[in-house]
């Protein structure tokens, strides 16, 4: 079975400070990870996500993750935060063809940008 | 390419009425997913389908909720008799391969 928990449903940093939204998951076989973002009343777009290759995933708006397998985590990091990154991100996991792509999202973070 | 396309954006439906959700996937993508996400609340799976296919619905209500992947046309989502509880975004999305979404911008079911 796989689950995800973000820890802190409300993070807050001021413009050009560091961005850490945390995220552990669990899985029964070799996980995929996502990270996704929502902007109010709109759908969910991809960030990036971790697919069995590099542990490092380098994704869109200058956002990356680092894969740790002995910690189950999968955090999401970018150097300096922009007042256009004020939303809510989503971790999410599967279990990839083991169970045909289905994703289990973790509640979700939303991130305030102080100017 | 025009991306996950759902409709209607915004849908208000009264009590026991019945609400359709469509969702036309991306070109080329043949694996369709429905999640919802009720207020403050991380998206929930419901089901998952192919063309003509369901393939996952183990998200679905028991009652009331069916959903289908025709050979020509939209996804839909059906919700028959619709009460208060079933006010939330429902959203579809797609994937070519498994390993990602494309997600469409929501339907926004209020029940009044």
């Known amino acids: 079975a796989q689950s995800v928990t973000q820890l802190g449903s409300h993070v807050s940093v001021s413009e050009g400070a560091l961005v850490l939204l945390r995220c552990n998951y669990s899985?029964?076989?070799?996980?995929?990870l996502f990270w996704y973002v929502q902007y109010p009343n709109q759908g969910l777009q991809l960030l990036l996500k971790y697919t069995s290759a590099a542990t490092l995933v380098k994704g869109i708006n200058g956002f990356e993750a680092e894969f740790k397998k002995s910690e189950t985590s999968f955090h999401l990091t970018k150097p300096s935060a922009h007042m256009s990154d004020a939303a809510e991100y989503f971790c999410?996991?599967?279990?990839?063809?083991?169970?045909?792509?289905?994703?289990?999202f973790g509640d979700g973070t939303t991130l305030t940008v102080k100017p | 390419n025009a991306g996950v396309m759902q409709n209607p954006r915004h849908l208000v439906r009264r009590r026991g009425q019945e609400a359709r959700l469509r969702c036309s996937p991306m070109k080329g993508h043949s694996h369709v997913y429905w999640y919802r996400q009720l207020p403050e609340e991380g998206l929930k799976f419901m089901v998952y389908?192919?063309?003509?296919?369901?393939?996952?619905e183990s998200g679905m209500p028991k009652e009331r909720f069916s959903a289908e992947f025709p050979k020509e046309g939209p996804s839909i989502l059906r919700i028959q008799q619709v009460v208060r509880g079933d006010s939330a975004a429902y959203f579809c999305a797609s994937s070519p391969n498994l390993d990602g979404y494309t997600f469409g911008s929501g339907t926004r079911l209020t029940v009044v």
């Open positions: 389908l192919q063309k003509e296919n369901i393939i996952d």
């Open positions: 999410a996991v599967t279990e990839g063809r083991t169970n045909a792509g289905k994703s289990t």
């Open positions: 899985s029964s076989v070799p996980p995929y």
